[in-house]
């Protein structure tokens, strides 16, 4: 009886062993990305600063966190944005439980205007040799010229700001981000390395990762020293929509681009007020507006000069309707002139005159076109109804004296003659002067003299 207990303890142990030998084996065997949590996402980001880099950043953010991920690699090329959109970003990166390293990349590249701050939010960066960053002075709300106390007033916030994002890295670090506000400063990468501003010039990814292998950055108030020695490297690209309109606003969120969007969506909201019925132009006239408006936006254009250019617009339709032998034509093309310069004046990306001037000529061209259609159908004759009757040719079916019939564009009418003493004969041709009714008012042609 007790051998028999020993022997089935004894096969338990062995069961027991067994068990936990293929458990191990099955540990060994798996891959090793599965369980490493050595990880580091690399995200890529070519544009101005918009809200695709914002979602694009929070869903790398949450991805990380989830999985206990060691950093994320921001790989950025960007001329900078809307200072209110760069804030969310830049307070979800300070967030982050994940240390956010930010990499200037490729060469050439550069992190301006608002590309610095971001640059200054990660947790650690770096850049590749032959990138820039900085030239980070304020814009004003809109592109508007503001007056000396305001521009001040949004110069020292964002001052401090930078300064609050710079503090970490040292007085020099502090020193320039500030002059990078106030006096539009950038440096080049080796420059911004001596400085502090970044913490390595690194050619690549791994090359990064190597240099920053053990360095300490603060997460959360919390000191970390980064373990990137063979990380697992993993690209996390935008989804296919992002990425789409990411290229989108790459593509319009230019001064000539933005000035052409508005021009063809109000022409084409004109035609379909001037020819009703299609809806196409309307419809495409509709999304290239709101297109050109909202790279306008982007661009941080002065929305007054949007308004000096629906003015045009609204003097060239207005041509169209009364015209006014091009006093209003050409009222609208200065318009327009004015308006495009006012909404760029004030924006880093400038007046792109070339542009402006050619779609002025363009636009003079098409209103010049319609009014001239225009006019040349107010001076057509009706081809069909009662008043197209007026001043046709009729043959006397029956004797006029003063009543009787006529034939007119294959019709026999009633008519009378407009002078009531004359008679015409059969045959003879008389001109329509006016209709009443189904009776028509006539006179005779000159070429066939009435008898007396």
């Known amino acids: 009886m007790i051998r028999t207990v020993v022997e089935r303890a004894s096969r338990r142990r062995i069961g027991l062993v067994v068990i936990l030998t293929l458990l191990t084996a099955l540990l ?48 950025l090329d960007t001329p900078g944005g809307q200072v209110d959109l760069t804030q969310d970003i830049v307070k979800a990166m300070r967030s982050s439980s994940v240390p956010i390293i930010v990499y200037v990349w490729p060469t050439g590249a550069m992190a301006g205007s608002a590309g610095t701050f971001i640059t200054l939010a990660g947790h650690a960066a770096g850049m590749v040799s032959g990138s820039t960053i900085g030239a980070a002075s304020p814009v004003a709300e809109g592109g508007a010229e503001l007056g000396d106390t305001i521009q001040q007033k949004i110069t020292n916030i964002l001052a401090a700001d930078i300064e609050n994002l710079a503090r ?24 911004a390395l001596s400085l502090g501003v970044v913490d390595a010039v690194a050619e690549d990814v791994p090359d990064l990762l190597q240099q920053l292998d053990g360095f300490e950055v603060e997460v959360n108030g ?21 990425n789409t309109l990411n290229t989108l606003i790459n593509a319009i969120a230019v ?3 933005a000035v ?16 009703p019925g299609g809806y196409m132009a309307g419809t495409a006239g509709f ?25 045009s617009f609204i003097l060239f339709f207005l041509e169209i309707k009364a015209p006014t032998h091009g006093a209003l034509t050409v009222a609208g093309v200065v318009t327009f002139v004015f308006g495009a310069y006012v909404l760029f004046s004030g924006t880093e990306a400038g007046v792109p005159w070339a542009a402006i001037l050619g779609l002025a000529g363009a636009t003079l061209l098409f209103f010049t076109f319609i009014v001239a259609k225009a006019i040349g159908a107010q001076r057509l004759k009706p081809a ?13 079916r029956t004797e006029l004296n003063p009543s009787g019939t006529v034939v007119v564009q294959g ?38 003299p009435a008898s007396p």
């Open 28 to 75: 060994l065997a798996t891959p090793s990305g599965a369980q490493d949590s050595n990880r580091v996402y690399v995200l890529t980001f070519d544009g101005p600063v918009n809200p695709i880099l914002s979602s694009y950043i929070e869903r790398a953010i949450t991805q990380a966190e989830a999985e206990s991920a060691e950093a994320i690699v921001l790989r």
């Open 222 to 242: 919390e000191l970390r020293p980064l373990a990137l020695a063979g990380a697992n490297v993993i690209e996390l690209p935008m989804t296919s929509p992002e």
């Open 255 to 257: 001064p000539g681009i």
């Open 384 to 396: 069909w109804g009662a008043e197209s009757l007026i001043g046709q040719l009729a043959f006397v």
């Open 287 to 311: 999304v290239a507006l709101l297109l050109g408006m909202y790279a306008l936006g982007i661009l941080n254009a002065n929305w007054v000069g949007l308004g000096f250019m629906l003015l």
């Open 168 to 191: 970490r890295r040292g007085d020099k670090a502090v020193e320039w981000a500030r002059s990078a506000v106030t006096n539009a400063r950038a440096a080049t990468a080796q420059e």
């Open 411 to 448: 019709e026999r009418w009633q008519a009378e003659l407009q002078d009531g003493s004359a008679t015409v004969q059969p045959g003879a041709r008389v001109v329509v002067v006016e209709r009443h009714g189904f009776k028509l008012l006539v006179r005779p042609d000159s070429s066939s």
């Open 260 to 275: 052409l969007l508005i021009v063809l969506g109000v022409q084409g909201i004109i035609s379909e007020f001037s020819q």
